[in-house]
């Protein structure tokens, strides 16, 4: 079993950026693919970003592109997601998620594993 905890997360102003960060514990992160999805009040929970296990593969929404970058560090067993020129629009709970396969899915139903969620919010 893999446990997952959000952290980062926080109010900033549009155009700033932040750094969010899910630590696992429980087992390694090492052929675990990951993702990031978000959630706003009274909408579905939608992909945003996700790497494979070597994180040589990534892939995002479209609305993210250019802005946020998904990176992971496997000996801290730790996954990043680096949000530039924040909008209003991306004010949302962040979830980390872990699928067991090397392969990065932009599926929710594909991920098993899932942190608590870290707030974003972005004020204009």
């Known amino acids: 079993q893999v446990q997952l905890v959000e952290s980062g997360g926080g109010l900033v102003q549009a155009g700033g950026s932040l750094r969010l960060s899910c630590a696992a514990s429980?087992?390694?992160?090492?052929?675990?693919?990951m993702g990031w999805f978000r959630q706003a009040p009274g909408k579905d929970r939608k992909f945003v970003a996700a790497?494979?296990?070597?994180?040589?593969?990534?892939a995002y929404t479209d609305s993210v592109k250019g802005r946020f970058t998904i990176s992971r560090d496997n000996a801290k067993n730790t996954v990043y997601l680096q949000m530039n020129s924040l909008k209003p629009e991306d004010t949302a709970v962040y979830y980390c998620?872990?699928?067991?396969?090397?392969?990065?899915?932009?599926?929710?139903?594909?991920?098993?594993?899932w942190g608590q969620g870290t707030q974003v919010t972005v004020s204009s």
């Open positions: 998620a872990g699928a067991p396969q090397r392969g990065y899915s932009l599926s929710y139903s594909i991920y098993k594993y």
């Open positions: 429980g087992r390694t992160l090492s052929s675990i693919a």
């Open positions: 790497i494979d296990w070597s994180g040589g593969s990534t």
